[in-house]
Every structure is written in structure tokens, then in C-alpha cells.
């Protein structure tokens, strides 16, 4: 059973940054496409970025587009997002699941962007 973990919210100013860890348990990402994604209150959890098992290909919601960078070790099971410049409609709920979204999603990490 993969327990996905989600850390590094926060609450920041506009043009602030956070860098949001995810770390899996009871199974690798090793060989997985990963991806995150947001949810604000009210609307549909849409898709924000995504990097491929390798690392080496990233793709990116135009919305996010210059602003957040996706990473991931492998060695450590943990997949990043740096977030820069960030603005008062980035406020959601941030989660990571599969690119695919397959794995049970977990609780999620809360940023909260004020003007």
C-alpha cells in the first residue's frame, strides 16, 4: 500500500517562494512518471506539473510555465516543487500522485499565497 506524504506549504506573500517536498512509502518511485497537482476551494484538482521516471522530460500547466520547476531523487523516493513568484491564485491544496494519478492520493500540503 503506497502512502504518499506531502510537505513544505505554507503561507507567503506574493512574489515568495516554497519549495514543496513528496515522499512515498510501501513503494518506489523508481520507473514511475510523477506529477502534481492543485486543488482550491471550490474547484476541480487540476494538474500543475510532471517529470518523467528519469528526470530527464518535465512538463508544465501554462499557468505554472516559468514560475515552478519539478524534480526528483530517486535515491531518496521524494519528488520536488520549487515554486517561485508566486501568486495569490497559486492557493491550493498541493498533492503528487503517479502522472497518471493511480496511487491513493495523500493529505496534501496547504499553500496559501496573500497580496
Known amino acids: 500500500q503506497v502512502q504518499l506524504v506531502e510537505s513544505g506549504g505554507g503561507l507567503v506573500q506574493a512574489g515568495g517562494s516554497l519549495r514543496l517536498s513528496c515522499a512515498a512509502s510501501?513503494?518506489?518511485?523508481?520507473?514511475?512518471?510523477m506529477g502534481w497537482f492543485r486543488q482550491a476551494p471550490g474547484k476541480e484538482r487540476e494538474f500543475v506539473a510532471m517529470?518523467?521516471?528519469?528526470?530527464?522530460?518535465?512538463s508544465y500547466a501554462d499557468s505554472v510555465k516559468g514560475r515552478f520547476t519539478v524534480s526528483r531523487d530517486n535515491a531518496k523516493n521524494t519528488v520536488y516543487l520549487q515554486m517561485n513568484s508566486l501568486k495569490p491564485e497559486d492557493t491550493a491544496a498541493y498533492y503528487c500522485?503517479?502522472?497518471?494519478?493511480?496511487?491513493?492520493w495523500g493529505q496534501g500540503t496547504q499553500v496559501t499565497v496573500s497580496s
Open positions: 510501501g513503494r518506489t518511485f523508481s520507473g514511475v512518471n
Open positions: 517529470i518523467d521516471w528519469s528526470g530527464g522530460s518535465t
Open positions: 500522485n503517479t502522472a497518471g494519478r493511480t496511487w491513493n
